[in-house]
């Protein structure tokens, strides 16, 4: 029965930086940490976007750590003066930010002796009793502390530490995802059958998205997803059925 399908654990992301609010960067981190997570049964909840202002990444993270079960931050860790995440996450957490004797002996030999300057030695400085996330890139650790997971802005590094990350966690029920698609379907017609489905399977998320393609023509997909597989086979059923019954040929997938 639907109302025996376990809740997945659930999970919220901080992007951190300036850059990002002001247009100059896009942000690449989404899409990575949600695939991850989907495949590992946590549920990405929300995404922040928050400035580099010490103050409001303090509160941030305080709150959002009381009201998920992980939080994953992205941004602020680097050498320069607006590289403010881990003195933040610090203070959320009410320890002190010190020295990780691995993490700086492993930077010093990554730069050498001389190219290891104070602003490349702060990458090494983590909140007392966190544990680095290890960084196969460029060498300088993210890391966790409680619920709170930091990690580097620049996709790759990012991409590299959800690798490293992601398989230490609780795991959970896979995400399952499936759908069909039609040229020709429009919104308007299919939403009460729509509806009528999503009532039904009240567990699942269930999504309609319309599409405009030079090749492939307009129609609409119908996607649904969830974290009970044989309910999310049965629904995706239900919306072979209602293309049919709108008069057009289903085609499995995205268009």
């Known amino acids: 029965m639907l109302q025996n399908i376990p809740s997945p654990k659930t999970a919220c992301l901080l992007i951190i930086g300036n850059e990002i609010l002001s247009g100059r960067t ?10 991850a997570l989907n495949q590992h049964g946590i549920r990405l909840l929300e995404v922040r976007i928050i400035p580099d202002i010490e103050d409001h990444i303090i509160k941030t993270v305080t709150t959002c750590r009381e009201s998920f079960d992980f939080v994953f931050t992205s941004g602020g860790i680097g050498p320069t003066h607006d590289d403010i995440t881990a003195a933040c996450i610090a203070q959320a957490f009410n320890v002190s930010l010190v020295k990780h004797l691995p993490s700086f002996s492993a930077l010093e030999k990554h730069f ?13 400085y ?12 460029s060498v300088a650790p993210g890391f966790t502390i409680g619920n709170v997971h930091v990690m580097a802005g620049v996709p790759k590094i990012f991409t590299a530490m ?3 990350l992601i398989p230490t966690l609780p795991q959970g029920t896979a995400l399952s995802m499936t ?19 999503q009532e039904h399977f009240p567990q699942l998320d269930i999504g309609s998205y319309p599409y405009d393609h030079p090749k ?9 997803k969830g974290y009970h597989a044989e309910q999310v086979k049965n629904a995706a059923q239900a919306l072979h059925d209602l293309i049919i019954a709108q008069g057009q040929t289903p085609q499995e997938g995205e268009p």
Do not use: C, S, Y
Request: without cysteine.
């Open 26 to 35: 896009q942000d690449a981190n989404t899409r990575t940490l949600a695939l």
């Open 126 to 137: 983590l909140p007392e009793g966190a544990t680095p996330i290890a960084n196969p890139v």
């Open 112 to 124: 050498g002796t001389e190219r290891f300057n104070p602003a490349r030695q702060r990458m090494a």
């Open 179 to 197: 759908g069909w698609h039609a040229n020709g379907l429009r919104e308007g017609d299919l939403a009460a059958g729509l509806t009528a489905i």
């Open 216 to 224: 492939n023509g307009k129609g609409v997909a119908l996607i649904v």
């Open 162 to 164: 959800i690798e490293e």
